[in-house]
């Protein structure tokens, strides 16, 4: 586990060092971290927090999806062949995607591709926040009613929740 950073070291970073710190907070997004950090110094955490947020909420509806494209299926195949970025590979597990029975992984699977081919993006929800793999099936079973406009706001919001807890894995927020 990494040291967390106070936020008088984070202040005192460089862009490039902020970059290379914060680029995954957004998944496969580094673009997030190149914006905030021109924001650098910060106030405090919860200041640098909104602005990832706000960064998010702004962006174009082609980039949102963009974003959301980047994420990986939940129990996917790149949770299987070990290709998830550590942050993923991380809340995967950490609800026990990795260790689900074979029927659970291909109700999950089949979930998956209802959703994205209806949405044509993965699901995407704050598993540390869900928690539960039935609190998982329930959120992609009731999202599938929701049309296409709505969904892509949810799914940021979900985005956006990943972010703050992947932030608050690198800063010391006492």
Same mark, same amino acid.
């Given at each position: +586990?990494? *040291? =967390?950073?106070?936020?008088?070291? #984070?202040?005192?970073?460089?862009?490039?060092?902020?970059?290379?710190?914060?680029?995954?907070?957004?998944?496969?997004?580094?673009?997030?971290?190149?914006?905030?950090?021109?924001? &650098?110094?910060?106030?405090?955490?919860?200041? +640098?927090?909104?602005?990832?947020?706000?960064?998010?909420?702004? &962006?174009?509806?082609?980039?949102?999806?963009?974003? &959301?494209? #980047?994420?990986?299926?939940?129990? %996917?195949?790149? #949770?299987?062949?070990? @290709?998830?970025?550590?942050?993923?590979?991380?809340?995967?597990?950490? !609800?026990?995607?990795?260790? $689900?029975?074979?029927?659970?992984?291909?109700? #999950? *699977?089949?979930?998956?591709? @209802?959703?994205?081919?209806?949405?044509?993006?993965?699901?995407?929800?704050? !598993?540390?926040?869900?928690? =539960?793999?039935?609190?998982?099936?329930?959120?992609?079973?009731?999202?599938?009613?929701?049309?296409?406009? !709505?969904?892509?706001?949810?799914?940021? %919001?979900? !985005?956006?929740?990943?972010?703050?807890?992947?932030? &608050?894995? $690198?800063?010391?927020?006492?």
């Amino acid at each position: +586990m990494r *040291t =967390k950073l106070t936020l008088e070291q #984070l202040n005192a970073l460089s862009p490039t060092e902020f970059h290379k710190v914060f680029e995954n907070v957004v998944e496969c997004w580094p673009e997030a971290a190149i914006f905030c950090s021109a924001m &650098l110094p910060f106030k405090n955490f919860d200041t +640098m927090i909104y602005l990832f947020e706000n960064y998010l909420q702004r &962006l174009s509806d082609e980039n949102k999806l963009r974003i &959301l494209r #980047l994420h990986p299926d939940l129990a %996917g195949k790149l #949770l299987d062949t070990h @290709q998830l970025t550590e942050e993923s590979s991380y809340e995967q597990a950490s !609800v026990g995607l990795d260790k $689900l029975t074979p029927e659970d992984k291909q109700r #999950l *699977t089949d979930l998956n591709e @209802q959703y994205k081919r209806k949405f044509e993006f993965p699901f995407v929800i704050c !598993v540390r926040e869900a928690s =539960k793999f039935d609190a998982i099936l329930k959120g992609v079973t009731e999202r599938m009613s929701n049309g296409p406009a !709505v969904e892509l706001e949810i799914a940021i %919001g979900e !985005v956006k929740k990943i972010c703050r807890l992947r932030i &608050l894995e $690198l800063v010391n927020k006492l």
